[in-house]
């Protein structure tokens, strides 16, 4: 496969999720529109609940229910995966798409040894003589840091670090165009996270894949990814280049996360992060969904719902940022 | 933002001494009863905790750290070692009346909110148990109204409303508030806090913090404040304590710490910590971090197969503590001494943390 030139990797249009619970359906994800290129590092963050988690399974066609995909559209190289059954999408997964999952212990099954695992991922997809794979499975394994002794493992007798890379080397197999991460470091203690990071930045030059990588760790993905989405209760309330977000953050929601969490360098700083916290998905506020929060509401904002508005090559979802209101 | 916002700085001066490890060792026997295979939890810990002070605890998941919080609330017993709480050994508390009384001095916050407070009931029950246990001298009257003020000084106002809320009403944040509340009930002198911020979401973290901060000030309460996120103990505590494979690595005044790391694995945590505000800089080498050997782990330093620096002595010998800098020391073999005069032998007398 795949995409031509011109037309980006995947395309998410207006995206909606809902799950659908005895009150009446939950919007967990709403009208998310995302562009990924081939070969780019998307990050995404935002806090438990933003609906990140649940935006990904739906790209990757996961949800069960009751969550399930309200409207909108997901474009992945041409194929129009909203409507696509179980069977089309069997051909798709681990070889043009690959997930890894936050909790490799509970992702891997325990009773298999990593070679069987690989074997029967591999084995779905491609028919491969014993020797062949034996050898593939090796270089895997050597790819992702892994001494490819541990092809004999069984999952508990890895550490979480080699666990997560474990799952890598399974969803790199058959060399995907995109692989979806969600949260695969949360799990591991800092100095892991930065090896393992390191690591898929590295295969990702390699190979060319790219990458949707969720996380609550906004410091994280700061020197990953190419372009960053920030989400707040179910909406992506800015997007644009991972530097320019850094450096100049818009939305007062991508502003007070900046300033939640203390550095080790520099002076100490007071910090204050976010008054209140997020809000219940079956009970939305009314117009902007953060103005309960915000440092600088006004009028308008409990009135109406902003859009997302274009500025300096990023999009924000706030009114101080609305062209027809600029002074 | 006010002044009780501000974190604090470390402090000039050494207060009276609240809280102190000596020898502190926990094994934990792998197998049967005849098994001769033994986890080190923790090993020969010394350490001292004053008032007034907020110390971090730092390492990664299965260093120690929370083992430590353990031994110190009596969860669990030590194997060898003693721990003095104001000079007396915890071995000496006998009668319930005792035990109580520690337990009030030195209460605990978990980690996880949600799995800490009973659903069924409401928020004013664990505090009002807790001012029963351990204030025996406030009326049926004077409870309530003290229930209010603990609420009141951990940020949930209106206090009345909140304590007829259920949990499920309150989210991550006001939880570990509430965690704080029923430990303040006891009148505190020292509070453990086993990763108190880290399941919350990370816009209310600080806050969390900011709450230890502001009761250490107002409430003069000291802190052992367990993390394995240094950029956060560097925001509250005044001293660090950085453990690996159950022993200390180094530990001294949090700043000194951050600006000249003396241990290796200190160093390597430092360089690991994403900061967003740093330069982009994406080194080639990645390092392949196994875990420590903890059982049965015999002589030498447990980081020795991780350390670009090791020597012959580091797989023979457990390196000491040695105090490299004013307050600041660190067990390694390699680690120079920043200090005036002949540096390792001197330091090598100086007794820990005075």
């Known amino acids: 496969m795949i995409a031509n030139a011109t037309r980006p990797l995947l395309q998410v249009k207006d995206l909606s999720v809902d799950y659908l619970t005895d009150r009446g359906p939950v919007r967990a994800v709403d009208r998310v529109s995302l562009d990924v290129a081939k070969g780019e590092f998307l990050g995404i963050v935002g806090e438990s609940g933003c609906g990140k988690s649940t935006l990904l399974f739906a790209i990757a066609r996961l949800l069960s229910r009751p969550a399930e995909i309200n409207s909108g559209e997901i474009w992945f190289g041409g194929h129009d995966m909203v409507t696509m059954d179980e069977d089309e999408l069997r051909h798709l997964r681990w070889r043009d798409y690959s997930v890894v999952m936050q909790s490799a212990m509970n992702a891997l099954n325990p009773v ?116 960053l989405a920030v989400m707040y209760a179910g909406q992506v309330v800015e997007i644009g280049a991972t530097r320019q977000v850094f450096a100049d953050p818009k939305h007062p929601y991508t502003v007070g996360l900046m300033r939640s969490f203390p550095s080790i360098t520099g002076p100490l700083q007071p910090l204050s992060g976010i008054a209140g916290s997020p809000p219940d998905l079956g009970h939305p506020p009314s117009g902007c969904r953060f103005h309960p929060r915000c440092p600088q509401v006004f009028d308008r904002c409990s009135k109406e719902e902003p859009d997302l508005y274009a500025r300096d090559h990023d999009l924000v979802r706030c009114f101080l940022f609305d062209p027809a209101i600029e002074r | 933002m006010t002044i009780a916002d501000l974190p604090p700085r470390p402090r000039v001066g050494v207060a009276p001494e609240l809280l102190r490890t000596v ?48 031994l110190i609330a009596g969860v669990y017993r030590p194997t060898s070692g003693d721990i003095l709480h104001r000079g007396r050994s915890l071995r000496g508390l006998r009668s319930r009346r005792d035990v109580l009384e520690y337990r009030g001095r030195v209460p605990m916050v978990f980690q996880d909110p949600y799995g800490s407070l009973s659903p069924v009931y409401q928020v004013s029950h664990g505090i009002m148990r807790a001012l029963k246990l351990h204030r025996r001298d406030l009326s049926r009257r004077g409870r309530e109204e003290e229930a209010e003020r603990l609420l009141e000084a951990v940020g949930l106002v209106p206090a009345r409303d909140f304590l007829g809320k259920y949990p499920y009403q309150l989210s991550g944040g006001q939880r570990q508030r509430i965690g704080f509340a029923q430990a303040l009930a006891c009148r505190p002198e020292l509070i453990l806090a ?89 080194p080639e080498k990645t390092e392949v971090s196994e875990p420590p050997r903890v059982i049965n782990p015999g002589e030498g330093c447990r980081f020795r197969a991780r350390c670009p620096y090791a020597i012959e002595e580091c797989s023979r010998v457990t390196p000491a503590l040695r105090v490299l800098r004013p307050e600041h020391e660190a067990a390694c073999h390699v680690a120079a001494s920043d200090l005036e005069g002949s540096p390792g032998l001197d330091a090598r007398r100086r007794p820990a943390h005075i």
Not at chain 1, 167 to 193: G, Y
């Open chain 1, 112 to 227: 298999m040894t990593i070679a069987e695992q690989l074997a029967d991922a591999v084995g779905a997809h491609q028919r491969m003589p014993a020797g062949q794979l034996k050898s593939r499975s090796q270089e895997l394994m050597r790819l992702v840091g892994i001494d490819p002794e541990h092809l004999r493992s069984y999952p508990h007798q890895l550490s979480g670090g080699m666990r997560q890379r474990a799952m890598i080397a399974m969803a790199l197999a058959l060399t995907p165009d995109l692989v979806i991460m969600d949260e695969p470091t949360s799990a591991l203690d800092v100095v892991a996270q930065r090896s393992l990071m390191l690591k898929i930045k590295q295969l990702q030059r390699e190979f060319g894949f790219a990458t949707i990588f969720v996380t609550h760790d906004m410091s994280l993905v700061s020197h990953f990814s190419d372009r």
């Open chain 2, 23 to 70: 020898s502190l060792t926990k094994h934990f026997r792998l197998g049967g009863f005849l098994s001769t295979r033994f986890l080190h939890g923790v090993d020969d810990i010394n350490l001292a905790i004053h008032e007034d002070e907020i110390v971090a605890l730092v390492g990664e998941s299965g260093s120690g750290k929370s083992t430590i919080a353990r």
């Open chain 2, 194 to 282: 086993d990763e108190p911020v880290s399941m919350l979401d990370v816009s209310v973290r600080i806050g969390v913090l900011n709450l230890m901060a502001s009761l250490r000030r107002r409430e003069r309460i000291s802190f052992l404040y367990i993390t394995h996120d240094i950029a956060s103990a560097r925001y509250v505590a005044d001293r660090l304590v950085v453990m690996y494979g159950g022993l200390v690595a180094e530990s001294g005044p949090v700043e000194d710490v951050l600006a000249h790391p003396k241990h290796p694995y200190t160093q390597l945590l430092l360089s690991a910590v994403p900061d967003p505000r740093a330069p982009i800089s994406l």
